[in-house]
């Protein structure tokens, strides 16, 4: 009798959990190691090609449609397919980790969709990218429930046509999966352990129920990163004998140079295409990454002053719409990040009415549907998107074709009126200094100051630090952007949060780490491209 083949992938310096085996099963690990030696190659050529891109901004402070894909933005014959009943209807989407309260309490929202998110709502602890999986795998055989210690409340399901229709979100291709290496050494893409997973467990299960693997794609920078993963989906159905275009992919336009290139993405993916999505702070982190030696004419002012009517952020969500609709695509808005308060009325009755006239302009922009991060708001936005649709399930017959957007349009950031401020240096360190300390103890969702944050919010708090000190800003009350007032600053948010919260609390948190690294990735003359590469090397698990 002949040996059995060994095992293609390892499990790396991980601490067994509790049911892995039902995930990292023998023949999930031979199609996660199939995608690896097939496409991990070309991730590592198109993360090289970022940089060489970059470069070029760098030098030349600019960007533009790009000239080898005219054509294709000529031709008006071609079509996304048309979208799967459970994606017709996507007029509110909530976002949220996949712990198991999360995975109860989303499906149960009343939104149209639930992104479920392996990537900047989750720290990818060994525990988060394991436990998720079998969430997501309990909520569709329906054995999924869930008590909280602390109320002994308990929460379980809805009837099955009530449930929120998932669309997962695989991490981005820059980041990998320490915790599963192959024969060499080297990691698999967690883009490809979180999809492939995903696909393998859930393909078949998902069209016995009328539905299908859907999919967010963060952090794409271009079309032949779209085309990758177009590779990737026709090779998985493919190898698990399911029918092409059975996957469909929504991808998020949240970096500069994507915005430049949203009719290409469609077109690679347009067997496999569902939409587009607008996905605000990483698109302005991208901005500042991409045009950090840009000088004054680049430089942003405090995140919260830069709100989507901002001229630049106006042609980029216009253009959206406009390229979704004219290629059959669902354009789906921005992020409605506000947690309720249960304590004070005013600031909800505020904070509720921003929602509602951020929604309301979605909606009347065009937009077929948004995301919200709290059950809360999911009536909020409903009502914005009810008002305009009223029984249709998108208004992709709305065209825009009163839309035009030059290139330069999209990067005129010297429109705003706003400049940075001193209150929003503070509000910088502290949003960095309490998510990136949550981050470190495996939470990617953190609510701050009534504001849900996740990965997103601390890069472009670290990077607008980063801009503002190079760029010499000078604040409202005479002080100038330096590393030394960075220090000075964080210093003094981590005595109040030591004062706030207690000496206990303090020293089994990881505020002295979280507060070091927030200083590293804003300080470093060598920008780094992503705040959770160095993160993930200090995450435990």
Not at 68 to 94: C, F, N, Y
């Amino acid at each position: 009798m002949s040996a059995p083949a060994p095992s293609p992938l390892a499990i790396v310096d991980a601490e067994p959990l509790p049911r892995q085996e039902e995930v990292l099963s023998e023949t999930a690990l031979a199609f996660v190691a199939a995608l690896h030696r097939r496409f991990t190659p070309r991730r590592d050529e198109l993360l090289a090609r970022r940089a060489e891109r970059r470069a070029e901004i760098a030098r030349t402070s600019t960007l533009d449609f790009l000239p080898g894909t005219a054509a294709i933005r000529a031709d008006d014959s071609w079509k996304v397919a048309p979208a799967p009943p459970a994606l017709e209807d996507r007029r509110v989407e909530i976002t949220g980790p996949t712990d198991r309260k999360m995975t109860i309490n989303a499906l149960n929202s009343g939104a149209k969709v639930w992104l479920a998110d392996f990537e900047d709502a989750s720290a990818p602890t060994w525990e988060n990218v394991v436990t998720g999986q079998l969430n997501l795998i309990d909520a569709y055989t329906r054995s999924i429930d869930f008590t909280d210690e602390r109320t002994g409340k308990t929460y379980a399901l809805r009837p099955e046509e009530e449930l929120a229709t998932v669309v997962m979100r695989p991490r981005g291709w820059h980041l990998d999966e320490r915790h599963l290496a192959d024969a060499d050494g080297t990691p698999v893409p967690g883009a490809l352990v979180d999809f492939g997973l995903y696909f393998f467990h859930n393909v078949k299960r998902l069209l016995g129920l009328g539905k299908g693997p859907y999919f967010y794609l963060p952090k794409t920078e271009s079309h032949l990163e779209a085309r990758l993963w177009n590779d990737v989906f026709v090779f998985a159905q493919d190898y698990l004998g399911v029918p092409r275009g059975t996957v469909r992919a929504t991808v998020l336009i949240e970096t500069i140079t994507a915005a430049y290139e949203m009719e290409e993405i469609l077109y690679e993916l347009r067997d496999h295409a569902s939409g587009l999505n607008a996905g605000r702070w990483d698109y302005l982190f991208s901005i500042v990454k991409n045009f950090r030696d840009g000088g004054p004419r680049f430089v942003l002012p405090d995140r919260n002053a830069v709100t989507m009517t901002a001229p630049f952020m106006r042609a980029y969500t216009e253009l959206l719409v406009r390229t979704c609709h004219k290629r059959g695509a669902h354009a789906i808005g921005g992020m409605a990040a506000f947690i309720p308060s249960r304590r004070d009325e005013e600031v909800n009755k505020v904070a509720f009415e921003k929602v509602k006239a951020d929604k309301d302009r979605e909606a009347n922009d065009g937009f077929d549907g948004s995301w919200v991060a709290h059950p809360d708001l999911v009536p909020i936005a409903m009502e914005s998107f009810d008002r305009v649709l009223g029984d249709r399930p998108h208004q992709k017959d709305r065209l825009r074709e009163d839309v035009d957007v030059k290139a330069e349009d999209l990067i005129a950031v010297d429109s705003l009126d706003a400049k940075p401020t001193y209150a929003g240096l503070v509000n910088a360190v502290q949003v960095g200094i309490r998510y990136i300390e949550a981050w470190l103890r495996g939470l990617g969702a953190v609510a701050i100051f009534n504001l849900m944050e996740d990965a997103a919010t601390a890069e472009i708090s670290r990077s607008q630090i980063w801009q503002w000190i190079n760029a010499g800003v000078e604040f409202e009350n005479g002080e100038k952007a330096t590393p030394e007032l960075a220090r000075k600053v964080a210093a003094e948010e981590l005595a109040n949060i030591r004062a706030e919260i207690g000496e206990e609390a303090f020293a089994a948190g990881n505020w002295q780490q979280a507060h070091d690294l927030l200083l590293k990735v804003a300080l470093d003359e060598d920008y780094a491209d992503f705040l959770t590469l160095p993160a993930y090397e200090q995450l435990k698990g």
